[in-house]
């Protein structure tokens, strides 16, 4: 009964990620909804992560929703009490982010280098009003982002459901040793190690030398080639990694064909007839996916700008730290869903230009790149 209830609750999350997914593109581009309409389908067709109790696909409805509420706020035409919620939304929404899984605030990252720099680039047209508007939802942000994490933290402290012993926390550097050996990913050993270490500064001063040593062994070139083929593996699985470790079911992994429940399991369990039916589909998917973004090239809108940066960001997060498997990527998947979504219409452009079907004028597509 509990197991369901933790599948039940990643099926919400998963699908209120996809609701805030669409709200974002009705606030950016109306006129892409239908095109959100269809790509959100097919992701959720060919995401079975989506019964199983995960912590990526616990953080996709809060990532998706800080960027919701990031987009409302930049938005200068809606009510300013919807813009002030939305920037409160913003600051709760990445500090719940970041005790819930940390690395999912890179687009927040991204965001604050993208605003730095139009800032520095258009501060000389900007208004005082602008200005005195843009750190009012700043103080919000911050705000509501400093009071949630004072909350959060002293109920995680004074719970006493669970006894923690911080004298048992790994540190950062554990994991950036782990990324370097093997494929780049969670490495048993390395983990095993940290139980028998007392305290955290022997933990630390254990990764160290093994990450110094594993760096040293592989020398500039050889640090090169294994960043290539991590992040080949990062990026290569449409299932990410669905199947490929863990207990994920415990009932038995060849079901028969009786009923329209066995019919769908033949499909995602390990020894289904049509699993390899399921990963060619999941892997189209993601080809597909990756392709209108790669073929969206062209439009400096900001928006554009900063899903790039944040899928940039994740790339060289998961290539600096444990990763070498795509189920890493998981907690990315709103950039990747919206910067597909948004590109659309460019890559429909670009393919016409490219194959020559008929000619577009360079003034009209950048006129249509600024309308947006």
């Known amino acids: 009964m509990l197991h369901f209830n933790f599948k039940s609750r990643t099926l919400f999350f998963v699908d209120l ?10 606030i950016l581009q109306k006129r892409a909804m239908g095109t959100a309409m269809y790509i959100q389908a097919a992701w959720l067709a060919v995401f079975p992560t989506i019964i199983m109790p995960y912590t990526d696909a616990w953080g996709l409805p809060l990532v998706s929703f800080y960027l919701l509420c990031y987009f409302a706020v930049r938005k200068s035409n809606l009510h300013s009490l919807i813009r002030v919620a939305a920037a409160t939304g913003f600051g709760i929404s990445v500090m719940l982010t970041y005790f819930i899984k940390p690395s999912s605030i890179i687009p927040v990252i991204a965001i ?89 500064q022997q933990k630390t001063d254990y990764s160290v030398m093994m990450l110094k040593k594993r760096l040293k062994k592989l020398g500039p070139t050889g640090y090169l080639k294994f960043l290539v083929k991590k992040q080949r593996n990062n990026t290569a699985d449409g299932t990410f990694g669905w199947l490929k470790e863990g207990h994920f079911f415990l009932e038995n992994q060849k079901p028969n064909n009786k009923g329209i429940t066995n019919k769908l399991k033949n499909f995602i369990y390990l020894y289904g007839r049509h699993i390899a039916d399921f990963r060619f589909a999941a892997q189209l998917w993601w080809v597909t996916l990756l392709a209108i973004i790669a073929l969206g090239f062209g439009p400096r809108w900001s928006v554009i700008q900063i899903l790039r940066l944040s899928i940039v960001g994740g790339f060289m997060f998961l290539l600096l730290f444990e990763g070498g498997r795509s189920r890493y990527l998981i907690q990315y998947l709103p950039c990747f869903l919206l910067l597909s979504i948004l590109s659309f219409e460019r890559v429909v452009v670009n393919v016409k230009r490219l194959t020559g079907w008929y000619e577009v004028k360079v003034d009209e597509a950048a006129a249509a790149d600024k309308s947006s």
């Not at 950062?172 to 782990?178: N, S």
């Open 17 to 26: 990620s996809a609701i805030f997914n669409l709200l974002s593109v009705r």
């Open 112 to 200: 604050a280098i993208m605003e730095a720099l139009m800032a520095l680039d258009r501060h000389k047209s900007i208004k005082p009003q602008h200005w005195f508007v843009a750190l009012a939802m700043m103080l919000f942000m911050c705000e509501s982002a400093y009071y949630t994490y004072q909350y959060v933290n002293t109920r995680v402290e004074n719970q006493t459901y669970i006894q923690v012993d911080k004298s048992r926390a790994i540190p950062a550097i554990h994991f950036m040793a782990m990324g370097v050996y093997g494929q780049g990913g969670y490495s048993w050993w390395q983990a095993v190690e940290m139980t028998f270490l007392p305290t955290k």
